[in-house]
């Protein structure tokens, strides 16, 4: 007979996964598999650079290309790097909580999908829909 996950989902509601005893935790809740939920994490923040990234990495270059050629103060454009940077350390932060956040409704949503079909599957009924 399945079960109910006993793990808590970011929002603070009870996980809705079903799992079989004697397991007492989904593969998302369970602490046995943390460093493989990490790891995915870390792939899943792996994310092609956006077009403002581009910009950003042309901007530097043409204030480096002026400051060889003489045509730009090293301590402004130094200043100006310095912003840029501050800029893109801000992008990358954006960059990964919009990722989780995406990650995270992914799996409340196959969550939510998987114990409905545990559920239906459970009641005799095929869980494919036959």
Not at 72 to 80: M, P, R, S, T
Request: aromatic share 4%.
């Amino acid at each position: 007979m399945a079960v109910r996950c006993a793990g808590i989902k970011r929002d603070g509601s009870p996980c809705t996964a079903t799992v079989e005893p004697p397991q007492h935790f989904c593969w998302w809740h369970d602490p046995a598999n943390a460093d493989k939920r990490r790891r995915a994490a870390s792939k899943a923040g792996k994310a092609k650079p956006s077009r403002e990234l581009a910009s950003i990495k042309a901007r530097l270059s043409d204030l480096a290309d002026d400051v060889l050629e003489g045509e730009q103060d090293k301590g402004v454009a130094a200043v100006a790097s310095q912003v840029l940077n501050v800029y893109l350390r801000a992008i990358s932060v954006e960059l990964k909580v919009r990722e989780q956040t995406e990650i995270i409704e992914r799996l409340e949503a196959l969550e939510a999908s998987s114990s409905g079909a545990s559920s239906g599957a459970s009641r005799g009924g095929n869980r494919w829909g036959a």
